[in-house]
């Protein structure tokens, strides 16, 4: 719900919670559930031109390997 409420009042940055979440699934070996986290993550920080991102895209190799 949260992640919900950030894109609606615009707040795309704190999407980082997708990350942290898919890593946390990752850590509970739920890589199906780690994959539509991941893959949001990476979405909203390619549209950012964030330096996180290349950590995003390795949380996402993970949950799809």
Excluded: F, W
Aim: hydrophobic share 35%; aromatic share 4%; proline share 3%.
């Amino acid at each position: 719900e949260a992640l919900s409420l950030y894109e609606k009042i615009g707040r795309p940055d704190m999407i980082g919670n997708c990350r942290r979440l898919a890593e946390a699934l990752l850590k509970q070996r739920k890589k199906a559930e780690a994959v539509s986290y991941a893959q949001r993550a990476v979405e909203t920080y390619t549209r950012l031109d964030s330096p996180v991102l290349v950590t995003a895209r390795e949380t996402l190799a993970e949950c799809e390997s």
